[in-house]
């Protein structure tokens, strides 16, 4: 039983690039989130999924997009990446309230 | 918004000691989630709390949903150096009940007495 886990670990992305954060979880849990860290701060939700086919905005969704197609798996898409789209970014999902963290990306965008 | 306050802010630690701290807010919570957070890794979750004056513990830890449900608090007793770390408090929000969201405090950061 891995938990959620999260690739890659780390990316430097140049300005106007664009890629795809991977999120699979194995505990079957229908609630998945994405957050982002910055330096020092604590965790903003980005994007959240109830279960596969549906998802909804969090407190910062500008700049990225998401898709859940299954149960395990919740993509985070960057289009047009910004510096201030720095940050680490972590995937957690949940079987309601006690939500389960993966390890993070950390992305670097210059 | 909702927002989760917690105090302090920061504090050293010396092996040995006990630690508190707590996490208020201006609403009542339902449930009272606590997190640690070791530097490069994603949150744990350490304890979870969903009945007013339940007091739960987790090896050293111990936490406290308040009576009032606009408080939690965490202890640790007899510190070890693996203790050092961000311990986030944790609750669902005025909506999310039913998507399962939270709203995080910014955290208490433990750090080892010089």
């Known amino acids: 039983n891995a938990g959620v886990t999260q690739t890659p670990k780390f990316r430097i992305l140049k300005i106007g690039q664009s890629m795809t954060l991977q999120c699979t979880q194995d505990?079957?849990?229908?609630?998945m989130y994405w957050y982002r860290q910055d330096p020092g701060m604590g965790l903003k939700l980005i994007y959240y999924?109830?279960?596969?086919?549906?998802?909804d905005k969090g407190e910062v969704p500008n700049g990225y997009n998401v898709s859940r197609s299954t149960t395990e798996d919740f993509p985070l898409r960057l289009e047009l990446a910004a510096p201030s789209q720095t940050s680490v970014y972590f995937c957690?999902?949940?079987?309601?309230?006690?939500?389960?963290f993966g390890p993070g990306t950390r992305l670097t965008v210059t | 918004g909702q927002q989760l306050n917690q105090s302090p802010q920061s504090m050293f630690i010396q092996e040995g000691e006990d630690v508190s701290m707590n996490c208020t807010s201006s609403s009542i919570f339902n449930t009272w989630l606590w997190y640690k957070q070791d530097p490069g890794e994603g949150p744990v979750l350490l304890i979870a709390l969903y009945k007013a004056g339940e007091l739960t513990s987790n090896g050293r830890l111990t936490a406290q949903f308040g009576i009032t449900r606009k408080d939690s608090f965490l202890n640790i007793s007899a510190s070890i150096p693996s203790d050092v770390g961000i311990y986030f408090c944790a609750g669902p929000g005025e909506d999310g009940g039913s998507q399962g969201n939270l709203i995080f405090g910014k955290g208490t950061k433990l750090s080892v007495k010089p």
């Open positions: 957690a999902s949940s079987p309601h309230y006690e939500q389960y």
């Open positions: 999924s109830v279960g596969a086919g549906i998802t």
């Open positions: 505990m079957n849990h229908n609630y």
